[in-house]
């Protein structure tokens, strides 16, 4: 798999464990110990933010703020805060998930693979279009009718590609 997992929390052991844990199910895993760390790797584009709420620089609501515009991939909050009011301001904040610390590492990955499938659905739903029976991947490059894929060249594709969009 090569989904990349950013995890942003200030508790080094937090990060050690977590990388482990990802690393052993396959997943690249980008750490942070800070909100200037984090913005600093935002270029490595990865697919799930795992964001600590209590940082001692910036905390993790006002981080998530600061980056949703430009961040797409979901970002789980992963704090010991355990009042409700807390929970609304990290989702208002832009956060698409709230996990409480302690947590089960079997529960935490459930929910990190149950958000990365959504992306994917996402994802495949946006580059896949159909009109009846026909369906076009933009991204795979492919055409199908009633499940039979139909082989274009590269210009072939281009001009079903231009007509479909419009």
């Given amino acids: ?20 844990q990802f690393e052993l199910e396959q997943y690249q895993v980008i750490t942070a110990k800070s909100a200037a760390e984090a913005i600093s790797k ?7 933010i ?7 620089d910036m ?6 703020q ?13 704090t010991a805060r355990l009042e409700e009011a807390d929970r609304i301001a990290g989702l208002k904040a832009g956060g698409d998930d709230y996990i409480m610390k302690p947590f089960s590492l079997a529960e935490l990955m459930a929910r ?6 959504r992306e994917e659905r996402l994802q495949h739903r946006i580059t896949t279009r159909f009109f ?13 009718i009633k499940e039979q894929t ?5 210009i072939e594709f281009d001009i079903v590609e231009l007509l479909s969009i419009y």
């Fill in 132 to 144: 009846g029976e026909l369906a076009i991947d933009y991204a795979k490059r492919t055409l199908r």
């Fill in 150 to 154: 139909v082989e274009l060249t590269k």
């Fill in 66 to 78: 600061k980056i949703r515009s430009d961040v797409t991939c979901p970002i789980l909050f992963l």
């Fill in 50 to 56: 795992l964001l600590d709420i209590n940082m001692p």
């Fill in 1 to 20: 798999m090569d989904c990349k997992i950013m995890v942003i929390d200030d508790e080094q052991m937090i990060l050690d464990m977590l990388r482990d």
């Fill in 42 to 48: 935002l270029s490595m584009q990865p697919n799930l």
């Fill in 112 to 117: 990190v693979d149950a958000h990365l499938r």
């Fill in 59 to 64: 905390d993790g609501i006002q981080l998530c």
